[in-house]
Every structure is written in C-alpha cells, then in structure tokens.
C-alpha cells in the first residue's frame, strides 16, 4: 500500500497530473474544489485539468 501511496505523491509532486488521473482515479470520481463539484468522472477531470496544464 506505502508504494502506491508514494507513487501517487510521486506524481503529484513531479506535475504528472494526467497521468495520476488515468492511474488512479476511478471512472466515477467527485472531485471537489474549495466544497464545490470539480468533476464527477474520471474523463471530466482528465479534460479539465488537461485544459490547466495548457495554460
């Protein structure tokens, strides 16, 4: 369990956050932002935070 847990810091850290996502989220995420919806699936992150990176 520690390995996956420092694998997920791994990437976090390094920025790798689609990866993290395509690793690690479930199909169904809720993510929240500051108590509000961010996303409610795993390819509505994804597409988000892609569009972030692309700034």
């Known amino acids: 369990m520690q390995k996956l847990i420092d694998d997920f810091i791994a990437l ?5 956050v689609l990866e993290l996502c395509e690793k690690y989220y479930d199909a169904n995420v809720l993510m929240l932002s500051n108590g509000e919806i961010f996303a409610q699936s795993m390819k509505e992150a994804y597409k988000k935070q892609k569009f972030f990176l692309a700034l």
């Open 12 to 16: 976090n850290t390094a920025g790798k």
